[in-house]
């Protein structure tokens, strides 16, 4: 079993739909959880972080982390084609991350 | 502005050669990364670098290797023994004390 697991999609949604994106994570320790963007043929970039359970919103996006399922979402309200990417999950295991394979994001306009 | 230079953005190689790819940091972050992305698959690590002069093995480092001469530099050399190295490869910083991440723009390399 993987320590992050994470459909790789994709998954296609109409412009405006609320979208969510999921990873489940094995090791209970872990305590910092992250979401990447990348658009193709670029780097990934830091799209939110939390630390151990809850919610985190920033702007049409929101983080959740439900530490007793060890399940981990990321949700995006109002989604515009922009958003159209791969997502992908990472937990920090001693200021290592360990990734999840990534879902690609279609928004269809 | 700060950030990580990869360079070049596409490399090609023909059998049997080595080539080096570079990544330059601004970032004064301690530690660097080199992750291999193949399509449909996540990022699995090759080498990290938490300090000057010293390196660690990732998951697949056989093939690889890497130096950390300069805190800001951490190339990675594709020897002939990797016998896949066709892929997309990404170079990240980290500060020692701190979390997420940030990366370059990749580069993609092809066995031609």
């Known amino acids: 079993q993987k320590e992050v697991e994470q459909d790789p999609g994709p998954l296609s949604v109409p412009e405006g739909a609320i979208v969510s994106l999921n990873c489940t994570y094995s090791?209970?320790?872990?305590?910092?959880f992250m979401w990447y963007r990348q658009y193709s043929r670029k780097g990934p970039e830091l799209l939110m972080y939390?630390?151990s359970s809850g919610n985190k919103e920033d702007g049409r996006f929101t983080a959740q982390v439900d530490k007793s399922s060890k399940y981990i979402s990321l949700f995006i309200r109002d989604s515009q084609p922009s958003d159209s990417a791969t997502y992908l999950c990472?937990?920090?295991?001693?200021?290592?991350?360990?990734w999840g394979a990534g879902t690609k994001l279609i928004i269809k306009p | 502005d700060g950030g990580i230079t990869q360079s070049p953005k596409y490399l090609f190689r023909k059998e049997g050669q080595n080539v080096t790819l570079s990544c330059e940091q601004n970032?004064?972050?301690?530690?660097m990364y080199w992750y291999r992305q193949d399509p449909g698959q996540g990022l699995r690590l090759i080498y990290y670098?938490?300090?000057?002069?010293?390196?660690q093995k990732g998951d697949i480092a056989e093939g690889y290797s890497v130096s950390r001469e300069k805190k800001e530099s951490f190339p990675l050399t594709v020897t002939s023994a990797q016998k896949n190295p066709t892929a997309f490869y990404l170079c990240?910083?980290?500060?020692?004390?701190?979390?997420?991440?940030?990366f370059g723009s990749g580069t993609r390399l092809t066995v031609v």
């Open positions: 090791n209970s320790a872990f305590q910092y």
């Open positions: 670098s938490q300090i000057v002069n010293d390196f």
């Open positions: 990472a937990v920090d295991s001693n200021y290592q991350l360990i």
């Open positions: 939390t630390y």
């Open positions: 970032l004064n972050h301690d530690a």
């Open positions: 990240a910083s980290s500060p020692r004390d701190g979390y997420g991440y940030t």
